[in-house]
């Protein structure tokens, strides 16, 4: 997909584990690591404003567009 | 009480019994093809091997119709209705039934009422083939929503 993905780079950024941004976000881990591998196909507007709001980032920072 | 388990476990029962019937139909075909000549005006003798070879064809494409109908419940009575699987025998039902009404219409040619029932096989695996459709289409909208996070 043209849409990548870098919630791992900014989790390794912010020094943050999967299990800790699962639970402050409130979704599970298996929903965070089917998000973090790219094989989620959409992604809700609340979860990724907490995301923004638990890494302190913008969704710009989370998702990249890379034409195929 | 009525409840879905039991509505599940009627379906099963009336396949297998469909299957019970069917298996006896074919044990005694010769002497059903029999007696249906000797009772219809517009049956002849020397359609009696027709009939057989019409009976035990049909009947062929019956017996793997209703395995596909028991695994398609029993999919659907441990939870797993949206899957691939389950479009693969629905698919494989539509396509028998339409290879039952072709089966059909070659019998139309020995004996005209055969043509009915070839219409009718055709319909049901028209409708089969919609229904088919539908959990396609829906296994496809389960599929967006679970990988929705």
């Given at each position: 997909m043209?849409i990548i993905v870098?919630?791992?780079?900014?989790?390794?950024?912010?020094?943050?584990?999967?299990?800790?941004?699962?639970?402050?976000?409130?979704?599970?881990?298996?929903?965070?690591?089917i998000l973090k591998t790219g094989k989620a196909?959409?992604?809700?507007?609340?979860?990724?404003?907490?995301?923004?709001?638990?890494?302190?980032?913008?969704?710009?920072?989370?998702?990249?567009?890379?034409?195929? | 009480?009525?409840?879905?388990?039991?509505?599940?476990?009627?379906?099963?029962?009336?396949?297998?019994?469909?299957?019970?019937?069917?298996?006896?139909?074919?044990?005694?075909?010769?002497?059903?093809?029999?007696?249906?000549?000797?009772?219809?005006?517009?049956?002849?003798?020397?359609?009696?091997?027709?009939?057989?070879?019409?009976?035990?064809?049909?009947?062929?494409?019956?017996?793997?119709?209703?395995?596909?109908?028991?695994?398609?419940?029993?999919?659907?009575?441990?939870?797993?209705?949206?899957?691939?699987?389950?479009?693969?025998?629905?698919?494989?039902?539509?396509?028998?039934?339409?290879?039952?009404?072709?089966?059909?219409?070659?019998?139309?040619?020995?004996?005209?009422?055969?043509?009915?029932?070839?219409?009718?096989?055709?319909?049901?695996?028209?409708?089969?083939?919609?229904?088919?459709?539908?959990?396609?289409?829906?296994?496809?909208?389960?599929?967006?929503?679970?990988?929705?996070?």
């Open positions: 043209a870098n919630l791992d780079v900014v989790m390794a950024k912010r020094k943050i584990s999967s299990g800790e941004l699962a639970e402050k976000i409130n979704i599970s881990q298996a929903n965070l690591s196909k959409a992604i809700r507007f609340s979860t990724l404003e907490a995301i923004c709001e638990a890494l302190n980032c913008q969704p710009g920072d989370i998702l990249e567009y890379k034409p195929e | 009480m009525w409840s879905k388990k039991r509505s599940l476990l009627l379906s099963k029962w009336v396949t297998l019994l469909f299957t019970l019937l069917l298996a006896v139909a074919l044990v005694a075909a010769p002497y059903i093809a029999q007696k249906f000549i000797q009772a219809s005006a517009n049956a002849h003798q020397w359609q009696f091997p027709l009939f057989l070879l019409s009976a035990y064809s049909g009947g062929a494409v019956a017996a793997t119709i209703l395995v596909l109908l028991y695994c398609l419940l029993y999919n659907i009575g441990v939870g797993q209705v949206f899957i691939q699987k389950n479009v693969s025998y629905l698919r494989g039902i539509s396509w028998l039934c339409i290879l039952g009404g072709v089966i059909a219409l070659a019998s139309a040619f020995y004996y005209l009422p055969w043509g009915i029932v070839a219409a009718a096989a055709a319909f049901i695996g028209l409708i089969v083939r919609v229904v088919k459709n539908v959990i396609a289409a829906a296994i496809a909208l389960k599929e967006e929503n679970d990988y929705t996070i």
